[in-house]
């Protein structure tokens, strides 16, 4: 693990009512912030009209995040279009009442066909060369998917794989929220209220099982004033034991064995658990792709300063879409596959989805060797 680090931070900064403002929402406007910058910087510097920043950067933003978020619905999770349509686009629920929910999933590879296509119109409507504009435009994306990737840390977001490798992340925000709402007493008392006050996990020392990716956890649950010692067994036996056998992406909890606990009481008659379970440590790809993606920009940004003066258009673009779509398709064999789309070809939608964008960067690539600097 690194630095025997749980992930357990809290996606929201704070709540208000049916509101929250979370972490990945801030990145986000920092990382358009962040980009809008750059974009100017690249515009002066090249000696380009800087009063087109602006309608270049609308223009990129809005096809980005427009494709971006239904390459997402149409690819990834398509029962959004026939059970929550209006969540395609309006970040707001009402199943149980009014609930402004975000809109949190976008697809990276759906921003890059966005900004292509927006930018494509663009060059048409104010005749300006396409590949000039998608070198920045596609800079511009790669800084604000940078940002998107650090936000998908903090949503807990896109874990893959089990690993024992040193890279592996706990995610435990599940366990700690979840126990906190388990209704208790489920079989006599199926909504009954939950007695807990307070949840606690770290890591443990005891290893239960042994298998790939698995740390041993230690949750401690203390109860309400109030609660008898039937009721802590109750609870403890039946209902955690059935949420951390259920929370199978974060914990191993076999099904063949009780739950693993010690219960404690005070001298004012206040009952605290110990619970020993197994966390899941699995690859944090989001971690990886945010990254390499900084490293690249890092790259792209000197090459650009260095070939300024000889720097021919589309290059730029062409490297941006085939690195983004290279790394994203070696990253996934680390996530996992839950339904293939061709029986016995182990690859991901988001994989199929790079190699006709992996291809396209290739012609932009071999394009812009035979273009002028504009």
Same mark, same amino acid.
């Given at each position: 693990?690194?630095?025997?680090?749980?992930?357990?931070?809290?996606?929201?900064?704070?709540?208000?009512?049916?509101?929250?403002?979370?972490?990945?929402?801030?990145?986000?406007?920092?990382?358009?912030?962040?980009?809008?910058?750059?974009?100017?910087?690249?515009?002066?510097?090249?000696?380009?009209?800087?009063?087109?920043?602006?309608? @270049?950067?609308?223009?990129?933003?809005?096809?980005?995040?427009?494709?971006?978020?239904?390459?997402?619905?149409?690819?990834?999770?398509?029962? =959004?279009?026939?059970?929550?349509?209006?969540?395609?686009?309006?970040?707001?629920?009402?199943?149980?009442?009014?609930?402004?929910?975000?809109?949190?999933?976008?697809?990276?590879?759906?921003? =890059?066909?966005?900004?292509?296509?927006?930018?494509?119109?663009?060059?048409?409507?104010?005749?300006?060369?396409?590949?000039?504009?998608?070198?920045?435009?596609?800079?511009?994306?790669?800084?604000?998917?940078?940002?998107?990737?650090?936000?998908?840390?903090?949503?807990?977001?896109?874990?893959?794989?089990? %690993?024992?490798?040193?890279?592996?992340?706990?995610?435990?925000?599940?366990?700690?929220?979840?126990?906190?709402?388990?209704?208790?007493?489920?079989?006599?008392?199926?909504?009954?209220?939950?007695?807990?006050? %307070?949840?606690?996990?770290?890591?443990?020392?005891?290893?239960?099982?042994?298998?790939?990716?698995?740390?041993?956890?230690?949750?401690?649950?203390?109860?309400?004033?109030?609660?008898?010692?039937?009721?802590?067994?109750?609870?403890?036996?039946?209902?955690?034991?059935?949420?951390?056998?259920?929370?199978?992406?974060?914990?191993?909890?076999?099904?063949?064995?009780?739950?693993?606990?010690?219960?404690? @009481?005070?001298?004012?008659?206040?009952?605290?658990?110990?619970?020993?379970?197994?966390?899941?440590?699995?690859?944090?790809?989001?971690?990886?792709?945010?990254?390499?993606?900084?490293?690249?920009?890092?790259?792209?940004?000197?090459?650009?300063?260095?070939?300024?003066?000889?720097?021919?258009?589309?290059?730029?673009?062409?490297?941006?879409?085939?690195?983004?779509?290279?790394?994203?398709?070696?990253?996934?064999?680390?996530?996992?596959? %839950?339904?293939?789309?061709?029986?016995?070809?182990?690859?991901?939608?988001?994989?199929?989805?790079?190699?006709?964008?992996?291809?396209?960067?290739?012609?932009?690539?071999?394009?812009?060797?035979?273009?002028?600097?504009?």
């Amino acid at each position: 693990m690194i630095l025997n680090f749980i992930w357990n931070i809290n996606p929201d900064i704070f709540s208000f009512g049916p509101f929250q403002l979370k972490w990945l929402t801030i990145l986000l406007v920092v990382g358009v912030l962040a980009g809008r910058k750059l974009l100017s910087y690249m515009f002066k510097k090249e000696g380009a009209n800087s009063g087109e920043v602006g309608s @270049v950067f609308n223009f990129t933003l809005v096809g980005a995040i427009l494709c971006a978020r239904l390459f997402y619905v149409a690819f990834i999770e398509p029962d =959004i279009l026939f059970n929550k349509p209006a969540q395609i686009l309006f970040p707001f629920e009402f199943s149980q009442g009014f609930k402004f929910v975000g809109i949190g999933q976008f697809s990276m590879l759906g921003a =890059i066909a966005g900004a292509i296509i927006t930018l494509l119109i663009y060059a048409k409507l104010k005749s300006r060369p396409f590949l000039w504009l998608l070198d920045k435009g596609l800079v511009l994306v790669l800084v604000i998917i940078i940002f998107v990737r650090v936000g998908n840390v903090f949503q807990s977001e896109f874990f893959g794989k089990p %690993t024992d490798l040193p890279t592996g992340i706990l995610a435990v925000d599940k366990i700690e929220k979840g126990l906190l709402n388990v209704p208790c007493c489920a079989m006599r008392n199926p909504n009954g209220e939950n007695p807990l006050d %307070t949840v606690s996990v770290m890591k443990g020392k005891a290893m239960l099982h042994e298998g790939v990716g698995y740390e041993p956890l230690i949750a401690y649950v203390f109860f309400k004033d109030g609660a008898t010692e039937q009721l802590v067994n109750e609870f403890l036996i039946g209902d955690v034991k059935t949420y951390l056998f259920e929370l199978s992406d974060q914990i191993f909890e076999p099904g063949t064995e009780p739950l693993h606990y010690t219960i404690f @009481v005070d001298t004012a008659n206040n009952y605290m658990a110990r619970i020993q379970t197994i966390g899941l440590a699995r690859h944090p790809l989001q971690l990886y792709e945010g990254v390499v993606f900084l490293v690249l920009l890092i790259v792209l940004i000197w090459y650009w300063n260095e070939h300024l003066k000889k720097h021919q258009s589309g290059r730029m673009a062409g490297l941006v879409i085939m690195s983004i779509s290279g790394i994203h398709f070696m990253i996934e064999f680390m996530n996992v596959l %839950t339904r293939p789309l061709i029986k016995s070809v182990p690859l991901t939608v988001d994989q199929y989805l790079c190699i006709p964008i992996f291809l396209f960067g290739v012609v932009l690539l071999v394009t812009s060797s035979k273009s002028k600097k504009v």
